[in-house]
């Protein structure tokens, strides 16, 4: 069995890099035609100007009586994935148009999910049936095919890469989206916290372990030229304000003890256990500390990480995020701590956004409001962290492999370049959405109508072309001694300590009142 | 990176495996699973609250984002 820690990194050929390692190295303006680091920046850019000109030319044509929440992309028909479903996978591309049954109008927010409050109906003064208007997700899926085909086809071409066996081939990397898209949309297994990234990543498994994967397939397996781009394209997601959405109480729980947590975690991963691979490491960390599956995919990225590693990190993650979102919420009633502690600690330490917001729904709305904006807090840092993990692997990590100093035109030359264009979205449209006029509500309509999609069929794809590139064998070695599983252990139980206590000191003691964002 | 194309009769067993399996789960058990009062109840308290359980980002979450 190989050893998967026998060489660093980033000298492998298959992980999320692909800069040249040759003494001649090309310029900065001709990798910025042919890099996929530079192509991410501008496919995602070119997503991201075509999108909120759309919303743009919208809003400059409303009348002037209409209020801000009128603004809807006029994309957002156009781009779609598959619906949740329960009965029929049919659902996910076609809902007909119904009565809203009276059970489903009872929209009263209840404590528990199993409570009798929240089933009993509400008395309505409506006697008329409300009728729910046909849903055809069918047309946004047919939409995100031809523009992401379309698009991707054409910067592979300006590239120089393999346009033609791409186009070929990406209707089928398309149709095994869509397959993992209706795998999680069933409403049993969406309501678990089990997202799309896990079932894309099985997919792509069981096609290249089950069936092995056809030549004609490979042009089409471009993980990081997917993520890379999703990565930009979330960039314009992570909205500078929102780091300011709990005041005080939000920094102590989220700014100060995040990166201690990240940091502590890193440095246990490689003085104490000892983990062979620092990208490794520094993933898990960042999955961990952060934010789960979006933090995991953009460090893996800025640290040059392994496929393997970055579906290891990602496979840890979401088995504990399910453990910890059923179990936390227990502990926390039987502790009795007051609601706002809960959801901050519950914000702070569950991975995954969704089962943050599962477990303080749990305790109720006051906690479910702490921490989802925790988690939102969590969620911005994605970008100063990507950000300070490039720096560190091209000016600290792969310098001290050389045992030479490292020039700024070095680290220049190893940096990620699309971390950059992450971080420009994101001031970009930071700026647009407190400066411009309606600016916050343009921005919010351009990524729910349109670019949210797009971010998350190049992350589905991006899993599946993983998938389709590794072997079971591959991943089997990272499991060995146990590291991995001990490093997530040891973090996550520093990250429960220090996040309980700063999040009793900030919303228990010092600002027990006004915690409610 | 490897990738080799094999005989597809030698996979076909393993394909209507598969397939099975998963008629049998998402097009059986889940749906029946999702007629459950239980289940019912808690889809709609999620509804609700405005979660979506498989949120990735807070964008994706319906309680943050109140037009959604």
């Known amino acids: 069995m190989p050893n998967p820690y026998q060489s660093e990194s980033h000298d492998s050929p298959e992980n999320?890099?692909?800069?040249?390692?040759?003494?001649?190295?090309?310029?900065?303006?001709?990798?910025?035609?042919?890099?996929?680091?530079?192509?991410?920046?501008?496919?995602?850019?070119?997503?991201?100007?075509?999108?909120?000109v759309a919303v743009w030319?919208?809003?400059?044509?409303?009348?002037?009586?209409?209020?801000?929440?009128?603004?809807?992309?006029?994309?957002?028909?156009?781009?779609?994935k598959p619906a949740v479903w329960s009965e029929s996978p049919l659902e996910a591309f076609y809902q007909p148009a119904r009565v809203l049954e009276e059970e489903e109008s009872a929209s009263e927010v209840s404590p528990e999910p199993n409570s009798t409050e929240g089933s009993a109906p509400v008395e309505s003064d409506a006697a008329e049936p409300e009728l729910i208007p046909a849903k055809t997700p069918f047309i946004g899926v047919i939409g995100a095919f031809v523009l992401l085909g379309g698009l991707f086809t054409v910067a592979m071409k300006l590239r120089g890469e393999n346009a033609?066996?791409?186009?070929k081939a990406f209707p089928v990397l398309f149709l095994l989206g869509v397959l993992s898209y209706v795998l999680a949309g069933q409403s049993v297994i969406k309501s678990y916290n089990l997202e799309y990234a896990l079932w894309a990543l099985l997919v792509g498994l069981i096609v290249s372990n089950v069936f092995s994967v056809p030549d004609w397939l490979r042009p089409v397996v471009q993980t990081e030229f997917f993520i890379k781009t999703g990565l930009v394209l979330l960039g314009a997601e992570v909205l500078l304000s929102r780091l300011l959405a709990l005041g005080i109480p939000g920094i102590g729980v989220a700014w100060v003890v995040t990166p201690i947590v990240l940091v502590s975690?890193?440095?246990?991963?490689?003085?104490?256990l000892k983990l062979p691979s620092r990208?490794?490491?520094?993933?898990?960390?960042?999955?961990?500390?952060v934010c789960g599956v979006s933090a995991a995919i953009a460090t893996a990225a800025a640290c040059k990480a392994k496929k393997e590693e970055l579906s290891l990190a990602i496979g840890l993650s979401l088995s504990?995020?399910?453990v910890m979102m059923v179990l936390l919420p227990m502990v926390i009633t039987i502790l009795g701590l007051p609601t706002a502690v809960g959801g901050a600690w519950l914000g702070g330490t569950i991975d995954a956004t969704g089962a943050v917001a599962v477990a303080g729904a749990t305790l109720g709305k006051e906690a479910l409001e702490v921490?989802?904006?925790?988690?939102?807090?969590q969620n911005v840092l994605i970008g100063v962290t990507a950000f300070c993990v490039a720096v560190y692997w091209t000016s600290v990590v792969e310098a001290g492999k050389g045992k030479q100093s490292v020039g700024l035109g070095e680290v220049w030359y190893r940096f990620p370049k699309f971390v950059l264009g992450f971080v420009a979205a994101s001031l970009v449209f930071s700026f647009l959405h407190g400066v411009l006029a309606d600016g916050d509500v343009m921005v919010e309509a351009m990524y729910k109508g349109s670019t949210k999609t797009l971010r998350g069929w190049l992350f589905c794809l991006a899993f599946v072309s993983i998938g389709l590139d590794t072997r079971f064998r591959e991943l089997l070695p990272y499991f060995r001694g146990g590291k991995p599983m001990l490093l997530y252990v040891c973090g996550q139980s520093l990250n429960l300590l220090l996040t309980f206590l700063m999040a009793y000191l900030m919303f228990g003691v010092l600002f027990p009142s006004g915690a409610t964002p | 990176m490897k990738f080799t194309m094999k005989s597809p009769v030698k996979y076909t067993g393993r394909l209507l495996t598969l397939a099975v399996v998963v008629v049998l789960v998402w097009g059986v058990l889940l749906p029946s699973l999702s007629r459950s009062e239980t289940i019912r109840n808690r889809n709609r308290w999620l509804d609700a609250n405005g979660v979506d359980p498989a949120a990735m980002f807070y964008t994706d979450l319906p309680c943050l984002t109140a037009d959604d």
């Open chain 1, 16 to 52: 999320l890099s692909s800069e040249p390692n040759q003494d001649k190295r090309p310029s900065t303006l001709s990798l910025m035609k042919t890099s996929e680091d530079w192509w991410a920046i501008w496919c995602a850019g070119f997503l991201l100007m075509v999108c909120f």
């Open chain 1, 57 to 80: 030319w919208t809003a400059s044509g409303r009348p002037g009586g209409e209020t801000e929440t009128a603004i809807t992309s006029p994309l957002k028909p156009y781009l779609g």
């Open chain 1, 164 to 167: 033609s066996g791409f186009l």
């Open chain 1, 265 to 272: 975690t890193y440095v246990f991963g490689q003085r104490v």
């Open chain 1, 279 to 289: 990208s490794l490491n520094m993933v898990i960390s960042a999955d961990m500390s």
């Open chain 1, 320 to 322: 504990f995020t399910v």
């Open chain 1, 371 to 377: 921490a989802a904006t925790v988690k939102m807090i």
